[in-house]
């Protein structure tokens, strides 16, 4: 009898892997099959005849196997094959591969990725601003990563920072201590914090929880929310506070490409750019401003049909703006300050700074809550062992849905945490047994429902 292989998926007159393979095939998850080889592979499993498998010889071995060679899918982390650099496995990236050191394809291209920082640009420094009261905003949820920025920009730097706070119905209790903390303790900023009323967030939530199976959006709605604000203030600047492994997660979900990481810095292409913006009476943007409006841009009016064209489309981002559009009232104002802030040139650019460089060298989970501590008033998660993502109640529901439909071959994306978790693993400083822990009770990677799923349904209500 033959097989198709598992993780590997007849899809129209395609083969698709749902893994993360060894390099060079890392991004190689689709093969092109004449219209022979789609018909005789959509029958399978079978014994295949010699005219038959002449006809797949290319596929034999690797994407038709006989039962004896089908790979083994892991049911937990206990029957999970481990790389041996990080924490990456088989069960929480199903058809993760491995090579003969047994590590996986993220430590086999490690030094090859080492300057993929951020996708947006990296600053050192910033000047004052003279137009605006604020030097630059931030989008803090009150979580570890965010915290630490504005601990950086406020307390190290001396910047007069405005903090953009979106009160999703999810943030957890240690997130509002955090935040009401932050406000008494640091004099040098400004706090505002909005949320969408309740009827029109149900409408988004239901509508993204039908096309994702949960209903994170952030820090989408957070940009939408306030953007306007941005332009209105003339803010200079502004910052997400994501950690280098999430901007690094990106390109190993097959979401940016490695130019991606340095288009901020080619003169080239800036000058391509504003040359287009000059000729159709624009003016010029600077570093960082063509980032934002590209961001911006996605979220009122969908995804660059290039983008997608040429295979980097993104599941999450489309999924979040087809919900936006369920509430087209709230997108007016958006679209107002995009198309004002890009004829005025009063375009807030959207930057990051290098964790591990304002570290002295390496983002380090546990040193930082001790300074948030100590500086902010930081309040830690009931359980402390927890590192990633620290700012909502619902985190696991993200997780087990991303996981769940990966694991089925049901979403091309790979469960962002587990892409997270297993690049941080590298360079955290936690032992192996502490991201175990982690792994097993506080992320969402299980094939069975976490609690916190029934906390979400209940918001959305009965009629989903």
């Given at each position: ?116 920082k951020s996708v947006v640009p990296l600053i050192d420094d910033l000047p004052r601003s003279k ?52 406000k008494r303790i640091l004099n040098n900023v400004e706090f505002i914090t909005r949320s969408v ?268």
């Amino acid at each position: 009898m033959h097989y198709i292989q598992n993780r590997w998926k007849l899809e129209n007159d395609r083969l698709h892997y749902y893994g993360l393979r060894n390099a060079p095939d890392m991004f190689k998850n689709d093969i092109a099959l004449s219209k022979k080889q789609a018909d005789i592979i959509s029958t399978l499993p079978r014994q295949l005849n010699d005219k038959e498998l002449s006809t797949v010889k290319a596929l034999l071995g690797k994407q038709i196997v006989c039962r004896d060679e089908l790979n083994t899918i892991p049911k937990n982390l206990s029957e999970a094959n481990f790389c041996t650099s990080c924490c990456a496995n088989d069960f929480i990236i199903p058809g993760l591969e491995f090579d003969s050191e047994g590590r996986c394809p993220m430590c086999q291209t490690a030094d090859k990725v080492e300057n993929f920082k951020s996708v947006v640009p990296l600053i050192d420094d910033l000047p004052r601003s003279k137009k605006s009261r604020f030097d630059i905003a931030l989008f803090y949820t009150g979580g570890k990563d965010s915290t630490y920025m504005l601990y950086y920009l406020s307390k190290v730097k001396g910047f007069r920072v405005l903090a953009l706070t979106w009160e999703i119905p999810f943030m957890s209790d240690s997130a509002r201590k955090s935040i009401e903390n932050a406000k008494r303790i640091l004099n040098n900023v400004e706090f505002i914090t909005r949320s969408v009323n309740q009827n029109d967030l149900r409408k988004i939530y239901k509508k993204l929880y039908s096309l994702s199976g949960n209903t994170c959006a952030c820090p989408s709605l957070a940009y939408l929310l306030f953007y306007p604000e941005l332009v209105a203030n003339k803010v200079p600047y502004f910052a997400a506070g994501n950690e280098p492994v999430q901007a690094l997660g990106l390109y190993y979900n097959h979401m940016a490409p490695k130019f991606a990481y340095s288009f901020a810095d080619s003169r080239i292409l800036t000058f391509l750019m504003n040359l287009g913006r000059i000729l159709t009476l624009h003016p010029p943007l600077k570093q960082g401003q063509f980032q934002t409006l590209m961001t911006m841009k996605q979220l009122a009016y969908g995804d660059n049909p290039i983008k997608n064209l040429v295979g980097y489309h993104s599941e999450l981002v489309s999924n979040v703006v087809e919900a936006i559009h369920e509430v087209p009232e709230l997108l007016k104002p958006f679209k107002r300050s995009i198309r004002h802030s890009s004829f005025s040139g009063n375009v807030p650019a959207f930057i990051n700074f290098d964790f591990d460089k304002i570290c002295g060298g390496k983002y380090d989970w546990n040193k930082v809550k001790d300074i948030l501590v100590n500086e902010c008033g930081w309040v830690a998660p009931d359980d402390e062992n927890k590192a990633l993502h620290t700012s909502c109640k619902i985190e696991k529901c993200k997780d087990y849905t991303q996981f769940l439909r990966f694991y089925n071959c049901e979403s091309k994306m790979i469960p962002f945490s587990a892409l997270e978790f297993s690049l941080a693993s590298r360079k955290c400083a936690r032992t192996k047994e502490e991201s175990l822990y982690e792994m097993e009770h506080l992320l969402g990677f299980s094939l069975e429902e976490p609690c916190e799923c029934e906390i979400m349904r209940n918001f959305l209500g009965d009629e989903i």
